[in-house]
């Protein structure tokens, strides 16, 4: 276990978000086992490990859709542990899943609303009768879709169903589906998992202009190496439920014990685009 | 005490019904994902072909057979025939659907469920119809100061023994395997070679058939039958295959079974007018604190 | 509202196609009842009924996406509060209007709160035993209120003192499309808000829904109670047209109608809700020379529509130009 020797290259102090002990089980498997996890404001964090080591177990604990056993998970000091996903995103933790989940059969500008859907109020009265209220925030809630739309570049297909869309694009929509809830986490479940290089660089340009332009911090499951040692501030490596490394890319990447758990187990070496995705 | 045993045998006859019944809704939904609104109107279907043998092959076959003889020749020509319809029907009313979706195929299944309840009615006439009496004797047996009647010990029999043959056909040999396969993954299923087609042939002839004994069955138990006991029938075998576990072929038969017996534990110990909310009660029941039904597999949606 | 140029034209040049077809559908609503008997009059209003109801179920099927086959109770709840309270303690009809719909919601809220947890076929099984539950228990005279298998009689017309009383076939065609009207631009405008995109989210995704802020649960819920609403509405101007309820109207079948308006029409459609709730009701007037026969014609026919129509007659139509409807541009 490294022990945090890159603290100081870490950027900022102020821990965002913090996991204590977390443990998720099913059935007779543990999937995630006294799991600790902080995040810094501001920086991009990257949780590795090979298919099944429970990253994304993490992701469903932390935004909700999961109970965990046994641990918190603290965001912004706040414990959001056993809070329902509606909540956590409220709290400011959105995000995006491995198997993009967009609503198909909704333009893609409607699935961006959806993200605002957290940051409005309107009722039912006010939404049967249209009171002025309730338009403005109508417009509101179509202004950041629409800046996030244009953000992400598909403008053009803002009225196109979501299902008709590239499989490119529809992770980027996934994305700015997130971002229109005004998130100060955003958890991001294998973004760049069925990209080409091409569309992969312009994930890695959009999230490191995420990062400089917004109050933001990501936090991402990823396995293509390229991306991690590019864009990732801290690196966590998971392996079997459990914490075996974390520090900043380069280290993590020469320690003999990661090699082993995780790269060793991939014969191309991590250059790759790793694991297959899904 | 003896009230309730011979409830409970009461319970477990039309129980029987029920599971038998459920069979089929279970197999079509376990493979296609479909509600078979029609399969309660294959029941009357059965039902009401059973009652024309009878009632006009009656001299001829028991001339030639006798009187047993006559009653499997009616439960054989109504399985036959309900079969075939059930083959058409999946043929001309769902299979042109099924690529739509579910909801679909939902609504066509309803439309055949009115054709064949109307047709039945445009052949039979609306009015009710009686079996022949004194088909089988009117013998009971007297066990303790139980009565069961011979007709029930026959039901109950016949019923035990199709079920145990399905059980076996859909959990032991190889093709059952590749239906219980084909229910659970049906891409997966194609791939390793199942031929689809073959599986809904086999529940499509299969399920009728087993609705079309269960309808000669009940007209005798009952003796009156009518176009429209399908959609009562069909309801609470739908409501026995939902309360089993939905699409798992003994959570079917234990559900048809139970549902019989609550059925009529409920008419006795509290009232006969209530017993059916009494049923619906414990299947809502039931549900809030199992999801998935008494047998259903609790799954875990992947995220 | 900030669109860009663009999006503004295209939603100009087809904006006004869209809006004739509702003007001319009012029109033709408007002038129909004087054109023919009070035979026709009456066919009308149960289109209009079943109208109502097909709007109510369409919020929680097409919008949401939930199973409902037990939609009639709620519809059943609407015209029993009203023959009830109309027949024992004389209370007006129009009062009794908001109070059943109100009844029924509140119905729903307390039956599906326990069970809107349930998926699919699940939630569908128990919504029908939900339907079949009041139904046996309307037929089973509790208390002795709803008068068993004979139902309640003597329910008074729809009055306001003896300013305004309810008592032709051409006042209660009014009264029924002026509530269909006002639901539909009650609906039209929900489909345009947040509320009416989160039930959609859910109908497409429910756990993408919920990660993306909905609770689910809350607007599953809020579907029941307003569709439920709006059947028990339906129920209470059924019951003063009728003058009498019984449980036979209430029955499982009229919740498969209910359901078959939508999908034939289409799910989440209102224009094709309409078309639905018009081919449920006229279908068997037009066929009526057909006599036992056209049962027959109307089950082959939902076979037939479904397989050169699955997405139903008319499925909503999404995109920047439904979006933009009337509503949200008079906004402006």
Known sequence: MIDRPGKATRNGNDILLETQGLTKIFGGLTAVSDFDLDIHKGEILSLIGPNGAGKTTVFNVVTGIYRPERGDVVFKGRMITGKKPHQIIVAGIARTFQNIRLFPDMTCLENIMAGQHCRAKAGLAASVFRTPKMRREERRIRQVAEDRIRQVDLWAFRDELAKNIAYGSQKMLEIARALASEPELLVLDEPSSGLNPKETEDLMAFLQGLIREEDLTILLIEHDMNVVMGISDWVVVMDEGKKIAQGPPVEVYNNPEVIEAYLGKEEEGGEDAGPASH | MHLLLEQLINGLTIGSFYALIALGYSMVYGVLKLINFAHGDFFTLGSYLGYTVLVFGTALLTAHFGLWGGMMAATVVAAISVSIVGIVVERLAYRPVYPAGRLPAVVSALGASIFLQNAIMVIWGPRYQAYPSQLIPNMHFQFGDIFITLLQIIILVFSFLLMSVLYYVIQRTTFGAAIRAAAHDRHTAALMGIDFNKVILFIFTLGPALGAVTGVMVGMYYRQISFTMGWNYGLKAFTATILGGIGNIPGAMFGGLILGVLEMLGASYISAAWKDVFVFLILILVLIFRPTGLFGEKVAEKV | ?332
Request: hydrophobic share 50%; with cysteine.
């Open chain 3, 1 to 332: 509202m900030p669109v860009n140029t663009n999006s503004t034209g295209s939603a100009r040049t087809l904006s006004v196609p869209r809006w004739i077809m509702p003007m001319l559908a009012g029109a033709i609503l408007l002038i129909y009842p004087f054109l023919v008997s009070d035979y026709y009059i009456d066919i009308a209003f149960y289109f209009g009924i079943y109208a109502l109801l097909g709007l109510s179920l369409n919020i929680v099927l097409g919008e949401v996406g939930l199973f409902d086959l037990g939609h009639a109770g709620f519809y059943a709840i609407g015209a029993y509060v009203t023959a009830i309270l109309n027949t024992r303690y004389g209370i007006p009809i129009f009062v009794l209007l908001p109070v059943s719909g109100l009844a029924a919601a509140l119905f729903a809220y307390i039956v599906c709160s326990p069970i809107i947890h349930l998926k699919g076929d699940y939630l569908c099984i128990v919504t029908i035993g939900v339907g079949e539950i009041v139904r046996i228990a309307l037929i089973n005279n509790p208390f002795d209120l709803t008068g068993g298998p004979n139902g309640v009689f003597g329910i008074d017309f729809p009055r306001i003192g003896e300013l305004l009383v309810i008592d032709s076939s051409l006042e209660y065609y009014f009264l029924i499309w002026a509530v269909v009207g006002l639901s539909i631009i009650g609906l039209i405008s929900l489909q345009n808000s947040r509320i009416g995109r989160a039930w959609n989210c859910i109908r497409e995704d429910g756990i993408a829904a919920s990660a993306s802020g909905i609770d689910v649960r809350y607007y599953k819920l809020l579907a029941f109670v307003l569709g439920a609403g709006l059947a028990g509405i339906a129920g209470n101007i059924y019951a003063s047209k009728l003058m009498c309820v019984s449980p036979e109207s209430f029955s499982f079948w009229e919740s498969c109608l209910m359901f078959c308006i939508v999908l034939i029409g289409g799910m989440g459609s209102i224009p094709g809700v309409l078309i639905g709730a018009a081919f449920i009701s006229l279908f068997p007037e037009i066929f009526r020379p057909f006599a036992m026969y056209r049962m027959l014609v109307f089950g082959s026919v939902m076979i037939l529509m479904m397989m050169f129509r699955p997405g139903g007659f008319w499925p909503r139509k999404r995109g920047g130009v439904s979006y933009r409807s009337l509503m949200e541009d008079s906004g402006d």
